[in-house]
């Protein structure tokens, strides 16, 4: 199985996805120029070795989305939605500044859309 790993950067989050491992972690600022660059790996890594993950709480901490990035993670999600559906144990830890009601907000409207758990999870 493959794993896609991607550093952090100033506009573009730390991606780390290993589903032999059950990893699925993507934190930091997502506010690229061209959000296909970050987030198109991702919805194949998804298309192709993440469809075997399974037993994962997938953990995801923006510190900022931009609006086309929030369509990308919403796909993301959607894409991990759907291995849940087929029966995959996975979860999704939404972890926010505690101070950010805005991403809080967010990690809830797409809670409430989608079937897969999500956990949140203020941090400092």
């Known amino acids: 199985m493959g794993y896609l790993k991607f550093e952090a950067t100033e506009d573009c989050p730390e991606i780390l996805l290993d589903a ?21 790996p991702v919805e194949d ?22 609006t086309s990035s929030h369509h990308k ?15 995959k144990k996975l979860s999704v830890e939404w972890a926010y500044e505690n101070i950010d009601d805005d991403m809080l907000r967010l990690g809830l409207d797409f809670a409430s ?10 941090r400092k």
Do not use: A, H
């Not at 469809?51 to 900022?64: I, P, T």
């Not at 991990?80 to 559906?85: A, C, G, K, P, Q």
């Not at 859309?113 to 999870?121: C, D, K, M, T």
């Open 20 to 40: 032999d491992l059950s990893i699925f972690q993507i934190t930091g600022n997502s506010t690229p120029e061209d959000v296909n660059v970050v987030y198109k």
């Open 45 to 66: 890594w998804m298309e192709s070795d993440g469809l075997n993950l399974d037993n994962c709480q997938c953990k995801l901490f923006f510190r900022y989305l931009s």
């Open 73 to 87: 993670v919403f796909n993301v999600l959607r894409k991990l939605n759907d291995r849940f559906n087929e029966g």
């Open 113 to 122: 859309i989608l079937e897969i758990p999500f956990e949140f999870s203020p």
